[in-house]
Nanobody, 124 residues
Framework: QLQASGGGLVQAGGSLRLSCAAS????????VGWFRQAPGKERECVAA????????YYAASVKGRFTISRDNAKNTVYLQMNSLKPEDTAVYYC???????????????????WGQGTQVTVSS
């Protein structure tokens, strides 16, 4: 089970850190992705990492502003979001896929488990 938290309302230029905590499983056997979905839009991958954090992916729209990291000892993956923009407003989801591959996954359909989502709202 995945639990996403840390969302909220922030002004443009501000920061938030999202957390994705896993229970009932060892997180270090899983690749993890952060996705977001704005109203009327498809769910998109904004960041992803492989099981040990060596390989990471960022969508072009967030590169240089967002950082994905993981603490497998705490069974938690983080998404640090800086310099937030109104267009970052969305529900953010974390997802996990059982994989010890050296690469990440960016497609919705590749993931096995999903968190419940946390709302991020950036005001202008």
């Amino acid at each position: 089970q995945l639990q996403a938290s840390g969302g909220g309302l922030v002004q443009a230029g501000g920061s938030l850190r999202l957390s994705c905590a896993a229970s009932g499983r060892t997180f270090n056997d899983y690749a993890v992705g952060w996705f977001r979905q704005a109203p009327g839009k498809e769910r998109e991958c904004v960041a992803a990492t492989n099981w040990n954090g060596v390989s990471t992916y960022y969508a072009a729209s967030v590169k240089g502003r967002f950082t994905i990291s993981r603490d497998n000892a705490k069974n938690t993956v983080y998404l640090q979001m800086n310099s937030l923009k109104p267009e970052d407003t969305a529900v953010y989801y974390c997802a996990a896929k059982f994989s010890r591959a050296s690469y990440y996954y960016t497609s919705v359909g590749r993931y096995d488990y999903w968190g419940q989502g946390t709302q991020v709202t950036v005001s202008s």
